[in-house]
């Protein structure tokens, strides 16, 4: 089990570290969301076996020529597609994230109908820190299947999953981003504590964060 309690180091010379791995992977349902007051999300879950995790930002740019030379860009997200690998994912919670009907172990595939739910996962870095993420509003979406037969050699095949990134309509918002090894990162601030606040509220930040007394 990882120290929830390390003290994170910076890397060598300052340097930014590259990631190495990722785990913590949450997901909780978007239970309200208005103009006028925060979102409001159920319980957190977590969904162990995160094998990988990836982000396709589709933006947009576009060009003015003006003068004989590029006179301004400007660029814009398109479509935003988190795309998550996971060992397996119980057909209750599948259940639940595509709108399917579960009863005795079973699911009743129709017509999908998603949930809206923030998605929360931390990576590694080289030198031991964390970078935390968290996604206010994503909708997930079956992936392809293909499943071999078993043969002379072990070949794992993994679920894989994509859900389609929206920003939060009080906010404007697509997500957060944390590490653990920040220059301005909060003293006293731990991973422990970090994981304890998300769960309890996706939206929390850490500069809401002051230690106690």
């Given at each position: 089990m990882p120290d929830n309690n390390i003290v994170m180091?910076?890397?060598?010379?300052?340097?930014?570290?590259?990631?190495?791995?990722?785990?913590?992977?949450h997901y909780a349902k978007l239970m309200k969301e208005t103009a006028d007051e925060p979102a409001e999300y159920g319980k957190a879950e977590r969904i162990p076996g995160l094998v990988n995790v990836g982000l396709a930002n589709n933006v947009q740019t576009a060009a003015l020529h003006a003068d004989n030379s590029v006179y301004v860009t400007a660029s814009q997200y398109g479509d935003r597609i988190l795309t998550v690998g996971l060992a397996g994912l119980p057909l209750v919670t599948k259940a639940e994230w595509m709108?399917?009907?579960?009863?005795?172990?079973?699911?009743?595939?129709?017509?999908?109908?998603?949930?809206?739910?923030?998605?929360?996962?931390?990576?590694?870095?080289?030198?031991?820190?964390?970078?935390?993420?968290?996604?206010?509003?994503?909708?997930?979406?079956?992936?392809?299947t293909s499943t071999e037969t078993q043969g002379a050699t072990i070949n794992f095949q993994t679920e894989v999953l994509t859900l389609g990134l929206a920003s939060l309509?009080?906010?404007?918002?697509?997500?957060?981003?944390?590490?653990t090894d920040g220059d301005d990162f909060p003293e006293g601030l731990t991973p422990k504590i970090i994981e304890e606040e998300l769960l309890e509220d996706p939206l929390w930040r850490a500069e809401d964060w002051t230690p106690e007394a």
């Open positions: 180091m910076t890397g060598p010379d300052g340097r930014p570290m590259p990631m190495i791995g990722c785990d913590w992977f709108g399917q009907e579960y009863k005795a172990g079973g699911m009743t595939v129709g017509q999908l109908n998603p949930i809206e739910m923030a998605v929360m996962l931390r990576k590694k870095k080289a030198n031991g820190a964390y970078r935390y993420e968290v996604y206010y509003k994503a909708k997930p979406a079956p992936g392809d309509i009080h906010s404007g918002k697509y997500e957060y981003l944390l590490e």
